[in-house]
């Protein structure tokens, strides 16, 4: 079975300053991770992914996440954080070893504020 | 390229009626997926359809359906209503199966009274 927690579900940043959500795992393969961004009353958006190449993924929007096997960790930062940053931003664990990779498996979110 | 195009956008239904939410995928996206979300229980996946053919399915009881047509477009249907059932039913859509790249359309929300 494969898991993923957010260790938080509610984080605030001035407009400017450095974004940080965190991220957990858990999973008996080596896993697929992404992170995906959900504005009000809007679908989600892929941000971006990690399948086992570069350990430091580049996303849209600058932002970024380390995988850390030793940790068992996918945190999503971003240098500046942008109003428009605004949104709920989802950790998702999958599995490209059963077939099942599409039934993503989704951390409860953590909502990001950001203030001026 | 049109995103994923769902609909209806807003919907209130009562209790053991039933219901049917369409998605059309993002052009030449075979692979199509549904997926609740609620407040209480977040983000969880129902089913994926790719060449007409249900892949994988979640854990939801059989009251929740669903099919896919030639042209690549889904329907989800859920049959004798719950107030559980209300919900954020979002679709997405994928060039391939197998993989966790997924195109979200905006959703349709249920609401059960």
């Known amino acids: 079975a494969q898991s993923v927690t957010q260790l938080d579900s509610h984080v605030s940043v001035s407009e400017g300053t450095p974004v940080l959500l965190r991220c957990n795992y858990s999973?008996?393969?080596?896993?697929?991770l992404f992170w995906y961004v959900q504005h009000p009353n809007k679908g989600l958006q892929l941000l971006l992914k990690?399948?086992?190449?570069?350990?430091l993924v580049k996303g849209i929007n600058g932002f970024e996440a380390e995988f850390k096997k030793s940790e068992t960790s996918f945190h999503l930062t971003k240098p500046s954080a942008h109003m428009s940053d605004a949104a709920e931003y989802f950790c998702?664990?999958?599995?490209?070893?059963?077939?099942?990779?599409?039934?993503?498996?989704f951390g409860t979110g953590t909502r990001l504020q950001v203030t001026l | 390229k049109a995103g994923v195009t769902q609909t209806p956008r807003y919907l209130i239904k009562t209790r053991g009626q039933q219901v049917t939410l369409s998605c059309s995928p993002i052009?030449?996206?075979?692979?199509v997926s549904w997926y609740q979300q609620t407040p209480g229980q977040g983000l969880q996946f129902l089913f994926e359809?790719?060449?007409?053919?249900?892949?994988n399915k979640g854990n939801f009881p059989g009251r929740f359906s669903g099919r896919q047509f030639s042209n690549s477009r889904s329907e989800m249907n859920v049959s004798t209503l719950e107030l559980g059932d209300s919900a954020l039913y979002l679709c997405?859509?994928?060039?391939?199966?197998?993989?966790?790249?997924?195109?979200f359309g905006e959703g349709s929300r249920l609401t059960v009274l």
């Open positions: 999973s008996s393969y080596s896993p697929s």
């Open positions: 052009s030449g996206h075979r692979s």
């Open positions: 990690y399948t086992s190449a570069a350990t």
């Open positions: 997405a859509s994928s060039p391939y199966i197998n993989t966790g790249e997924l195109f």
């Open positions: 359809y790719f060449s007409e053919t249900q892949r």
């Open positions: 998702v664990v999958s599995d490209l070893n059963t077939g099942t990779a599409s039934k993503l498996t």
